[in-house]
């Protein structure tokens, strides 16, 4: 079964610094545009960002200039970095490709 894994959350400070990983097999990277969204308690799911298989991305407005997401193709990787992180960004973060879905990680930006 095709799998998604996730891993890099925690707690860290407003201001503070954390990046996600999702590694998944070579047959899905190499076909996949892939991305990264969050859901914070009692809101929907939302894009955060996505990126192509030649590598084109995009953000949501609210990260723009914070957030870069990012692909290696030789480990299979996709990886979100995420700088200047605030308080609003606390959710669970998802990787997702094409019909897959990671299992969540969680990030909480906190004093």
């Known amino acids: 079964q095709v799998q998604l894994v996730e891993s890099g959350g925690g707690l860290v400070q407003p201001g503070g610094s954390l990046r996600l990983s999702c590694a998944t097999s070579t047959f899905i990277f190499s076909l996949s545009a892939m991305a990264w969204y969050r859901q914070a308690p009692g809101k929907q799911r939302e894009l955060v960002a996505g990126?192509?298989?030649?590598?084109?991305?995009n953000y949501a407005d609210s990260v723009k200039g914070r957030f870069t997401i990012s692909r290696d193709n030789a480990k299979n990787t996709v990886y979100l970095q995420m700088n200047s992180l605030k308080p609003e960004d606390s959710a669970v973060y998802y990787c997702?490709?094409?019909?897959?879905w990671g299992q969540g990680t969680q990030v909480t930006v906190s004093s």
């Open positions: 990126i192509t298989r030649g590598g084109s991305a």
């Open positions: 997702w490709a094409p019909n897959i």
